[in-house]
Structures are given as C-alpha cells and as structure tokens.
C-alpha cells in the first residue's frame, strides 16, 4: 500500500531563517505531489505542484520555493522565513489520470518567531 | 473558474441526529467531486468521491454523498452522528478536463456532536 511521510511535524523558527520541508511517498511510481498551506481557521491553498522529477508549478507568488529531486521526493524551501510563512502545511500525492484523489501526509505545523 | 462554497462553516448535532453539510460547486461541466474530513492537527483524509456513474456514493465511516446536476450540488449526509465525527469537513472539486487532478477546496464546516 502507498505511504506518505512528512517531517518535521513541528517546527519553530525565526523570522529570516531558512526553511526545508521534506515529504516522501512510498509505494508508487511517478505521483502527482502537491504542497498547500492551510492558515489558522481557514480553507487550504495550493503552493506548488509537480507532475514529474524536477517539474513543478507554482500557484501563487510567495516567499517559498519546491523541488523535485527525486520521483517521490518533494521538497518545500525558503531561504527567508516571513511572519506571514506561519501555517500548517500539507504534502499530498495523486496517482496520473482524471479522478484520481489525493492522499494527505499529516502536515506540518510551523510557527514563526 | 471553478469554485466550492460550503455552507456554514460551523454545524452542531446531537449524537444520534442526522449529519447534512452542504457542499455546491460552480463549474460549466460536471466536475469530480470529493469529500475528506480533518481531524485536529492531522491531514485530510478521504472519505468519498464521485467521479461518473451512481450519483449516491457510499464513504467510509456510514457517510454518503449524492451528487445532484441540477442543483450542482453534493452534500455529505450521515444518518446518526457519533461523537468521534467531531471534525472539520472539506469538499473539493476538480475539473476533468483540467488535468493534474488539481483540487478546489471548500473553505470547510466544522462540525460539533453533542451528547
């Protein structure tokens, strides 16, 4: 069965430091990854997705970047975190096709300081 | 563009009511549809999703949706709520013809069960 994992689940960090997310998934081959935000009591944003080792699309303009080094690897960055980075973020994967669903990692929970 | 509204962002039951939260989409074709529930501090998982065919879909935890063209709309129903359904609940959208299966969340529904 597929298997996703993010880390760390929390994290601390001063404004202007830099930031590494990393989330794998296991069990399958060439998965769509998607990284979202979801801000304290609202909805989730889309960031950024890929749909292949090293291609990937943002959504939004915004201080933070992704990567794709590897099939299954999916990697969210900052080299300067702002106050407004806070939020809890969510990695999540698809199989290729129409309908498919998503499956969730369990997140994220980064303040800043 | 498509977009989801769900309305009320907070429902309250009592354990052993009906559960209805409201889910309508706006697109020009029927999209896919799905709901996932988000229990605190933890990701999104998925409890049902209508792609083509029956319009009734049955989800894991005794939730079904039903999925209505016409009224563009695809509202979540549980027939007696447990307390362990205390959650927040999202519907998403995603357009078939879009590609990458990129979702269109909800803004979300918590829901309360009180004994």
């Known amino acids: 069965s597929q298997t996703i994992h993010q880390w760390p689940a929390t994290l601390v960090q001063p404004v202007g430091s830099p930031l590494s997310l990393e989330c794998t998934v296991e069990g399958t081959s060439n998965p769509n990854l998607y990284w979202y935000r979801q801000a304290a009591g609202r909805g989730l944003q889309l960031l950024f997705y890929?749909?292949?080792?090293?291609?990937i699309s943002s959504e939004v303009p915004q201080n933070l970047s992704a990567s794709r080094p590897q099939d299954r690897q999916f990697i969210l960055s900052s080299k300067k975190l702002l106050l407004s980075d806070s939020g809890f973020y969510l990695c999540?994967?698809?199989?290729?096709?129409?309908?498919?669903?998503?499956?969730f990692g369990d997140g994220t929970r980064l303040s800043i300081l | 563009a498509q977009s989801v509204t769900q309305l009320g962002s907070h429902v309250s039951v009592s354990e052993g009511a009906l559960v209805l939260l409201r889910c309508n989409y706006s697109?020009?074709?029927?999209?896919?549809l799905f709901w996932y529930v988000q229990y605190p501090n933890q990701g999104l998982q998925l409890l049902l999703k209508y792609t083509t065919g029956a319009t009734l879909v049955k989800g894991i935890n005794g939730f079904e949706a039903e999925f209505k063209k016409s009224e563009t709309s695809f509202h979540l129903t549980k027939p007696s709520a447990h307390m362990s359904d205390a959650a927040e609940y999202f519907c998403a959208v995603s357009d078939p013809g879009g590609g990458y299966n990129k979702l269109i969340f909800g803004a979300g529904t918590r829901l309360a069960v009180h004994p």
């Open positions: 999540a994967w698809s199989s290729a096709g129409g309908g498919q669903p998503q499956h």
């Open positions: 697109s020009s074709v029927p999209p896919y």
């Open positions: 890929s749909v292949g080792i090293g291609q």
